[in-house]
């Protein structure tokens, strides 16, 4: 599948601080699902994008999709400890199989 | 609804050993996928099965995994023998179809000594 590249790998916030990570890839994307996985646990399904410069919210969650497909970002507003986990985006590219990117840590202080 | 069922949780083993888990994905969901999932890593994709036949194995090292899906239902990933490497969370995963969202159950973790 494409490989999805995701930056930063870790971030640390206070809570009420905002946090973006972003997934990249140097190939166009069909489409963009985002996961969270929290600590000990197994992901969990966010939201999928599709269209050329798409952006939908979930509450404090932003997910945006890149005009030219080829880059996402996940967007929290005031973080709160229950936003801690692993944030992973997947791409299902043209074999049909969904690849995930390497994920980003957040971590919130209280 | 139950969700995705795994089992079992958590097995150790020493190198050279088989060992098997299991995995019954949500009722009525035809897409069934093993992925593997190394500490601080994104899942890596295993095998995909749609109903009982094996679309994408590419990833599967076939010299000492199996897997299969009897029926279409529940599906087994066989590891034999298994090596220090192998240690990781071994995540099973159904779909409604192979475009949606995936559902994941909570994992078998695997510890070789």
């Known amino acids: 599948g494409q490989q999805v590249m995701q930056i930063p790998q870790y971030q640390h916030v206070q809570e009420g601080e905002d946090f973006t990570t972003y997934c990249n890839s140097s190939t166009t994307l069909s489409n963009i699902q985002w996961y969270k996985q929290r600590p000990g646990g197994h992901p969990v399904f966010l939201i999928q994008?599709?269209?050329?410069?798409e952006v939908k919210k979930q509450k404090r969650l932003t997910f945006q999709f890149g005009e030219a497909k080829k880059n996402s970002s996940l967007h929290i507003t005031a973080t709160q400890t229950t936003d801690v986990g692993t944030y992973f985006c997947a791409n299902r590219g043209s074999a049909r199989q969904l690849t995930f990117g390497s994920g980003t840590q957040l971590t919130v202080l209280p | 609804e139950a969700g995705v069922v795994q089992s079992p949780r958590y097995k150790i083993i020493e190198k050279k050993q088989p060992v098997a888990f299991w995995c019954n994905p949500i009722s009525g969901h035809n897409t069934l996928y093993w992925y593997l999932q190394n500490l601080g890593q994104g899942p890596e994709l295993l095998i995909r099965y749609e109903n009982e036949e094996a679309v994408d194995d590419s990833q599967l090292p076939k010299d000492r995994f199996s897997a299969e899906r009897l029926k279409g239902v529940d599906s087994t990933l066989k590891i034999q023998p298994a090596e220090l490497g192998d240690s990781a969370v071994y995540l099973c995963a159904s779909s409604l179809r192979f475009s949606g969202e995936l559902f994941f159950g909570e994992g078998s973790r695997l510890t070789v000594l």
């Open positions: 994008l599709v269209k050329s410069g």
